[in-house]
């Protein structure tokens, strides 16, 4: 609630955009000045919804606005890369909602042109900015878990059989992977690092697209495991093991507790009081002061961190035979 108020411009009228503009209203003071849309009348009643003074017919017009100081983009994962390129070109600081974009060069396309025109750029990993899991870092880099040896994150929902929706398509970066393993991926490597080696194996569906995957990571004195899948609801939680103990958290992507048990038999459990359901309002008020004070990227959710985790995505991707039109 103390961060420095910007006026968002939300590119993008879909159900994570919904999520996110009800929580900057419920929990932050950041403003929510605009939004555009392909179709005047999506924004204009996404605008009515959320209390939005103005509503755009066009991207283009959304982005030349002088009166939004930063953009949101919340299309299909297919359009990241030239939305945000749009943004960015428009001259606009820019969030992107995950996966930042489908490949590795097209990240690294948007991360040099951000710093050519010395502008803010972030993946929209919202999940890295959640108090609990800025507390498990600090616990990990203070030696309370020892030293670490393996973790495991799952992140599954069950949607419906739509052979022709978003989930289920290619040309709109559709599967599990990209929806949901960049979840457990983005954790697993934030507090263990890049892994030397991963394996992964998909059960694909009739329309090109992975239904479920599991990836194996290796580093060089740990192990993980990361799961996502699209065909059932998992539990969504996340362990971390050391020599000096573990630490359980449910619901890991999301405002949660965190249930620590040490080698000598003790159990303690965090949690951060007041935290709203949500919690998408912690990383637009860190981007806030970000751009605010003149910052190009966030320690939290760097372009380096982003450009690795693509990698990683496209590496996933070719063992399992995901492939993108484009």
């Known amino acids: 609630m103390q961060a420095p108020p910007l006026r968002w411009g939300f590119l993008g009228t879909g159900r994570i955009a919904h999520r996110v503009a009800a929580a900057l209203r419920a929990g932050s003071t950041q403003v929510l000045q605009a939004v555009g849309s392909r179709s005047l009348a999506k924004a204009q009643a996404f605008a009515a919804h959320h209390g939005i003074p103005q509503a755009f017919g066009s991207y283009q017009d959304l982005v030349a606005s002088p009166t939004i100081d930063a ?32 490949t590795h060069a097209q990240a690294r396309d948007l991360a040099t042109l951000a710093q050519a025109k010395r502008l803010f750029l972030m993946e929209a990993m919202w999940t890295r900015f959640l108090p609990h899991h800025i507390e498990l870092k600090r616990r990990v880099e203070a030696g309370d878990l020892g030293a670490l040896t393996c973790a495991f994150a799952d992140f599954g929902g069950r949607d419906p059989v739509d052979l022709a929706g978003r989930m289920y398509s290619r040309h709109l970066g559709g599967g599990a992977l990209y929806d949901r393993g960049v979840y457990p991926l983005a954790w697993i490597t934030d507090l263990l690092g890049l892994p030397s080696a991963v394996r992964a194996h998909a059960e694909m569906t009739t329309t090109g697209v992975d239904a479920h995957l599991t990836a194996i990571l290796t580093f060089d004195a740990a192990s993980a495991i990361a799961l996502c899948t699209m065909t059932a609801r998992t539990p969504a939680r996340a362990w971390l093991s050391g020599t000096r103990g573990f630490c359980e958290i449910p619901r890991f992507w999301a405002p949660a507790p965190l249930h620590f048990t040490f080698a000598d038999g003790r159990k303690e459990t965090w949690a951060h009081q007041g935290v709203r359901a949500e919690g998408f309002e912690y990383e637009f008020a860190a981007a806030a002061r970000a751009i605010t004070a003149g910052d190009l990227t966030h320690p939290l959710m760097p372009l380096t961190d982003t450009l690795a985790l693509q990698q990683l995505l496209d590496n996933i991707r070719s063992q399992v035979g995901l492939t993108w039109p484009a």
């Open 71 to 102: 953009v949101y983009v919340a299309t299909p994962n297919s359009e990241h890369h030239a939305h945000a390129r749009l943004a960015l070109e428009a001259g606009k600081p820019v969030i992107v909602e995950k996966p930042f974009t489908l």
